[in-house]
């Protein structure tokens, strides 16, 4: 495919005997045809569904990591790179970059693709032989062929450098994810979430596009073409009125796919209802594409220099990390469980864009690039940590067919492997270390506590309550995924009828190892991450961080200066293994006149695993403490003829999000309200269609 443009490369490609090595755009590139070629040739081995899944999704893995090594390059070198397709409309052609920020995105994409591409070898061989027969061949084809185009749509939005490619590759990426999304479409369930999915995503891409439309016109993009370009955007001049209106219309529209509250209320529907693989990408690297576009079009194309703009940034950032992990907190359901928390995580990262915008505007350089290093390492922490936890979660479904943890217990002793990682996961959303969600929080209470005052009353009182906020929501979390663990592999089976649970597969395995190791790798080498990203904040902030992290070297971490904080993973680490190898050689010291005997049961000789602390029991201290945010329901009913003797008790609880009912359920009474008035206009007779008609073509002549 023929190409015009500039490039701007660091490096010299190596030529000699006849072998060139591409660019890394060149290189992204390739990875996005390889996606859409195994997509166009997935349905040809339809009918050899072993071939295709080991075919389709080894193709994906390879095509990750070119993609992954590229996107790495561009970020090392801090390069600029530009590419034309001549493949659009009349002049309209495709305008390709990769740059710093877009390779970053592209790496953590990539990698996260690369290790559910693996766990998706293991995890399909469940649909082999579906008793559906042709239909379940279908399912598996069509998983295989949206699971692709939804990923090269991921990479081209990253890719894209022009309004028109961005839209295109926008609704690939959204038009695969709702095939996906709706893939057991014989559930009821599954169609809902779909629909509703399918409808806030696309009232988020006419706020996108509304406000591309606002920076092209001021642009010249009504007289030139090439005003749609981003580097046209770029490099006008918009003013202050209408800068705001792009800016809060583009905010919101990515904040609809990104799941911000209040716009949040699609992804606990889709997710509990995709298939795992699917889940695993959709929160992990979907929700920060829409991330990207925040950061693209608030740094990068309007140059956003306006404190309120990052006050209402960081307010909604807040607001969705407390209220995420809330609901998070009150869910029995696993996957909607970790749905409700890539609520949280994404606001967090919405307090660090906030912070960064916020302290950019008072030329404070140094804690906008403090603060942007920290929302950029939580979005590749939450990849990592959040496709480990779904990958973990799809392992225990594949082995138990329960989402209900109520009704699970004891994995452990039969999934060890599994429970090992899965503990990886939680130990990382929880911010403890040595783990990376701990770094990335710890940098974003620096930003905090190294706030200075500002001219502003309001951002001296948002400020610290806001780093209240994130406290409280770091210890939310840790307890939420310490319920997790818990009820899910310790203590004894729930379920009503014992059932045979086996370790998963070795793909499966295997991918959920990368994702733990990852986390720990970047918990343990924060500096090298750091020095590794160097050029973004240098490319959106005009500062840098690495400098003063890596003061004393790799081993430990000081963002600011030594003498106001710093932080050693290794040597955290080395005191946690030194702890367990005392413990462990402790316990195993023989000792002379132990005597055994059965432990205290408090007065109950049989314990039964009903008696066991459960979900719901265990969050609720929260709920009475938090119930005036939610929307609970609990009853409890005795049954039997003397009330204060009950035979039996039933307890009922429903929470329900009080967003989706107070604010989207009146809108969808009325919509349904006002089709069944404008059905009566329906009375199957062609000529008063036609009256109709007649009707409306008067109407437009008299206004023109």
Request: aromatic share 12%; with cysteine.
């Amino acid at each position: 495919m023929g190409f015009r443009g500039t490039a701007i490369w660091s490096a010299v490609p190596f030529q000699g005997r006849g072998v060139v090595i591409p660019s890394p755009l060149e290189s992204v590139s390739l990875s996005v045809v390889i996606f859409l070629v195994t997509a166009a040739a997935a349905p040809l081995l339809k009918s050899r569904q072993a071939s295709l899944i080991n075919i389709a999704f080894s193709a994906s893995a390879i095509a990750s990591v070119i993609a992954a090594f590229a996107g790495f390059n561009a970020v090392a070198t801090g390069a600029v790179e530009t590419m034309v397709l001549p493949v659009g409309l009349p002049d309209l052609p495709f305008y390709l970059r990769l740059d710093a920020t877009s390779g970053f995105f592209v790496t953590v994409t990539a990698v996260l693709v690369f290790f559910v591409s693996i766990y998706s070898i293991g995890y399909l061989k469940g649909f082999i032989g579906h008793p559906a027969g042709l239909a379940g061949q279908r399912k598996v084809t069509s998983l295989a062929v949206f699971y692709c185009l939804f990923v090269a749509g991921m990479l081209m939005v990253v890719l894209a450098d022009d309004a028109y490619f961005f839209m295109i590759s926008w609704e690939l990426m959204a038009a695969a994810s709702y095939f996906l999304v709706v893939f057991e479409d014989e559930n009821k369930e599954a169609r809902r979430a779909a629909f509703i999915y399918l409808l806030i995503a696309h009232v988020g891409a006419i706020l996108i596009l509304l406000s591309f439309g606002v920076m092209a016109g001021l642009s010249g993009g009504f007289e030139n073409f090439n005003g749609y370009t981003f580097s046209a955007m770029r490099a006008s001049h918009i003013p202050g009125v209408w800068k705001a209106a792009a800016f809060f219309l583009s905010f919101f529209g990515f904040a609809a796919k990104a799941g911000v509250v209040p716009l949040h209320v699609w992804l606990p529907e889709a997710h509990p209802v995709a298939p795992t693989n699917v889940s695993a990408l959709m929160s992990g690297v979907m929700l920060k594409v829409a991330v990207y576009g925040m950061v693209r079009v608030s740094f990068d194309l309007l140059h956003v220099s306006d404190w309120r703009m990052g006050g209402v940034v960081l307010v909604m950032g807040l607001v969705s990390a407390v209220m995420g992990i809330l609901y998070a907190l009150m869910q029995v359901d696993l996957k909607r469980l970790l749905a409700y928390s890539s609520i949280e995580n994404v606001g967090i990262i919405l307090v660090c864009l906030g912070l960064a915008m916020i302290f950019k505007s008072f030329d404070m350089t140094a804690l906008a690039s403090l603060s942007l290093v920290a929302g950029l390492y939580h979005i590749t922490n939450h990849a990592m940590f959040k496709g480990l936890l779904f990958m973990g979660a799809g392992a225990v479904m594949h082995s138990t067919h329960e989402r209900n943890m109520e009704r699970m217990g004891g994995l452990i002793h039969r999934m060890p492997q599994t429970a090992v990682f899965f503990l990886v996961g939680c130990l990382s959303i929880s911010a403890l270390p040595p783990f990376n969600g701990f770094v990335s929080e710890w940098l974003l209470f620096q930003a905090f506590l190294l706030s200075p005052s500002f001219p502003t009353p309001l951002l001296n009182l948002i400020i610290p309550l806001g780093a209240a906020l994130v406290a409280l929501t770091a210890a939310l979390s840790a307890r939420c995924f310490v319920k997790v663990f818990g009820v899910v592999f310790l203590g004894r089976w729930r379920g009503q009828h014992d059932t045979t649970v086996n370790e998963t597969g070795l793909e499966m395995r295997g991918a959920m190892g990368f994702a733990a190791f990852a986390c720990l790798a970047l918990g343990l080498l924060p500096v090298f991450f750091i020095g590794w990203i160097d050029a973004i904040p240098r490319e959106l902030v005009g500062g840098r961080v690495s400098e003063t992290a890596s003061e004393f070297g790799w081993l430990w971490l000081t963002p600011v200066a030594a003498e106001r904080a710093s932080y050693s993973a290794p040597v955290v680490f080395a005191g946690i293994l030194a702890v367990v190898a005392a413990a462990y050689l402790l316990t195993r010291i023989p000792r002379a006149g132990v005597r055994r005997a059965p432990v205290w049961d408090c007065g109950f000789e049989k314990i039964t695993p009903r008696m066991q602390y459960n979900s719901t029991s265990f969050a609720m201290p929260l709920r009475r403490i938090f119930g005036f945010l939610l929307s609970v329901r609990e009853t409890v009913r005795p049954s039997g003829a003397d009330p204060a003797f009950p035979k039996r008790l039933t307890y009922r609880l429903k929470i329900r999000d009080r967003i989706w009912h107070g604010c989207y359920m009146p809108v969808a009474d009325a919509s349904f309200w006002i089709a069944r008035r404008f059905g009566r206009l329906q009375h199957g007779r062609i000529q008063i269609y036609l009256l109709y008609s007649f009707a409306t073509l008067i109407l437009l002549l008299v206004f023109a």
